[in-house]
T-cell receptor, first 115, second 113 residues
Framework: DAGVIQSPRHEVTEMGQEVTLRCKPI?????LFWYRQTMMRGLELLIYFNNNVPIDDSGMPEDRFSAKMPNASFSTLKIQPSEPRDSAVYFC?????????????FGSGTRLTVV | GNSVTQMEGPVTLSEEAFLTINCTYTATGYPSLFWYVQYPGEGLQLLLK?????DKGSNKGFEATYRKETTSFHLEKGSVQVSDSAVYFCALGPGGSQGNLIFGKGTKLSVKP
């Protein structure tokens, strides 16, 4: 089991550029979560999907952020245009939905720096 | 709504000291409770969990007991090691199979030799 795979591990981009973060969940997990982590705000849930369908995107900060999950094995988080305040570590996590079991597995994260 | 409150860090201990990180929660229904650990440069890893009142979760010498009467899930370890230095997150999951985890703000632990 390769775990949750995120790419890239590090991304440095200039303000105004489009950034795409990628996530491959664990096979068989049918819930996927995108989190953002900063020193000031801690861990914030941005959006999550059940069976590839977005369930709650209330944490997406603004329209510059969008997320897709075209199939069970791939998701993207896009920021367009990027701003310096978007600098953070972005985590993807997946979970197998069974009754009472919340076995989240996190990826190693993408550290985004917008200059 | 549901929420988790953790003691603020950082916590600095000497090797072999006793560790307690406090966590209290507010929730409706019967949530599951979790502790996650984040080592530098890595994602969060599940450390232990408890799914009902009076359950004790344990792993790698860490323990936490789900106390419904005090709405608490404090993390303890009898003798910490330098390798335990990390950030620890308490989390709450709503009862049932829907929904996401709610995380506390994290407590940074540094263990000195």
């Amino acid at each position: 089991d390769a775990g949750v795979i995120q790419s890239p591990r590090h991304e440095v981009t200039e303000m105004g550029q489009e950034v795409t973060l990628r996530c491959k969940p664990i096979s068989g997990h049918n819930s996927l979560f995108w989190y953002r982590q900063t020193m000031m705000r801690g861990l914030e849930l941005l959006i999550y999907f059940n069976n590839n369908v977005p369930i709650d995107d209330s944490g997406m900060p603004e329209d510059r952020f969008s997320a897709k999950m075209p199939n069970a094995s791939f998701s993207t988080l896009k920021i367009q245009p990027s701003e310096p305040r978007d600098s953070a570590v972005y985590f993807c996590a997946s979970r197998r939905r069974t009754g009472g079991e919340y076995g989240y597995t996190f990826g190693s994260g993408t550290r985004l720096t917008v200059v | 709504g549901n929420s988790v409150t953790q003691m603020e860090g950082p916590v600095t201990l000497s090797e072999e000291a006793f560790l307690t990180i406090n966590c209290t929660y507010t929730a409706t229904g019967y949530p599951s409770l979790f502790w996650y650990v984040q080592y530098p440069g890595e994602g969060l890893q599940l450390l232990l969990k408890a799914t009902k009142a009076d359950d004790k979760g344990s792993n790698k010498g860490f323990e936490a007991t789900y106390r419904k009467e005090t709405t608490s899930f404090h993390l303890e370890k009898g003798s910490v090691q330098v390798s335990d230095s990390a950030v620890y997150f308490c989390a709450l999951g709503p009862g049932g199979s829907q929904g996401n985890l709610i995380f506390g703000k994290g407590t940074k632990l540094s263990v000195k030799p």
